[in-house]
């Protein structure tokens, strides 16, 4: 079993910059590949960005690259989601994911891009 716990949502303007946080605890972090997804009203979820078991890789939807940043600590047991130049169509909840034979949710964190 494995535990995710995001936090680091809040409200911020347009153009400004939040970094997300998902620690995780219970099982081996390292072995599991971990994503962000977010859903916003009356959306499905998308997958905003992956990063490899080693950390040795990432993946972005085309509306996030060049503004977001996944990375993790495997000591720390966290992923995080480095989030640049918000607009409001990045407001949403997003989520913490980790998959590996298993996957498992957190409970999301509530971002909102508003003047």
């Known amino acids: 079993q494995l535990q995710l716990v995001e936090s680091g949502g809040g409200l911020v303007q347009p153009g400004g910059s939040l970094r997300l946080s998902c620690a995780a605890s219970?099982?081996?972090?390292?072995?599991?590949?971990m994503s962000w997804y977010r859903q916003a009203p009356g959306k499905e979820r998308e997958l905003v960005a992956t990063?490899?078991?080693?950390?040795?890789?990432?993946t972005y939807a085309d509306s996030v690259k060049g503004r977001f940043t996944i990375s993790r600590d495997n000591v720390k047991r966290t992923v995080y989601l480095q989030m640049n130049s918000l607009q409001p169509e990045d407001t949403a909840v997003y989520y913490c994911?980790?998959?590996?034979?298993?996957?498992?949710w957190g409970q999301g964190t509530q971002v909102t891009v508003s003047s």
């Open positions: 994911n980790a998959r590996s034979m298993l996957i498992y």
């Open positions: 990063i490899t078991s080693t950390g040795g890789s990432t």
């Open positions: 219970g099982s081996t972090f390292s072995g599991y590949h």
